[in-house]
């Protein structure tokens, strides 16, 4: 059986055994965030090889990280997904760990490109939340600030009355009205 020759087809596997270029920088790190919290964060991106945060020489972590991806081709979309990401209120500053990565828009820089606001949610779940409404709250049962609804200010039996009363006004054929 004649062997055939297939064309190698040339791919980017040698930047994805290079771990540098699967790599994020995370900066700003609050001292609460554990390698494992780091890891569950940016899974959401793509498949993770290692979320490492090294220690200084006295046991303690420092306040950055490494985030290494299976694929390169992750990186882009996590820089965009996680960008103005906050942890224990501190927002998280991300960089490509390998310095030949471009931004995911190319050379496109308007200003405001990539300046998202913090999602930090820690002051709803301390209580401190306060919505933003201008008008004070309404009870829906003293009317409406524009006029009435039926029967909204005399209460639900009335408006069900009202309701059914025009029911039984409509002239429907075969009700006993001769047309």
């Known amino acids: 059986m004649p062997q055939e020759n297939f064309n190698e087809v040339h791919d980017d596997s040698d930047d ?11 900066a700003n790190l609050d001292e609460r965030v554990t390698e494992d919290l780091l890891y569950e964060v940016f899974l959401q991106a793509g498949p993770i090889e290692s979320a490492r945060i090294p220690k200084d020489q006295n046991g303690r972590q420092r306040t ?9 081709c992750t990186l882009p ?3 965009q997904l996680y960008q103005g990401l906050s942890l224990y ?3 998280l500053t991300l960089k490509y760990q390998g ?4 931004s995911p828009m190319g050379n496109y820089t308007s200003p405001g490109y990539n300046k998202r606001p913090s999602y930090d949610n820690s002051s709803l779940r301390a209580g401190n939340y306060v919505p933003y409404n201008d008008s004070p709250p309404r009870n829906p049962f003293q009317g409406s600030p524009t006029g009435s609804v039926i ?5 639900f039996d009335s408006a069900s009355d009202e309701v059914l009363d025009g029911l039984y006004s409509l002239q429907l054929p075969g009700n006993g009205s001769k047309s």
């Open 151 to 155: 029967g909204l200010n005399s209460g």
């Open 16 to 26: 994805e055994d290079n771990e540098e270029k699967r790599t994020i920088f995370c």
């Open 99 to 102: 310095r030949t990565q471009q």
């Open 77 to 79: 979309y996590a820089m």
């Open 64 to 72: 950055f990280g490494f985030i290494t991806y299976v694929h390169k």
């Open 89 to 91: 209120r501190k927002t």
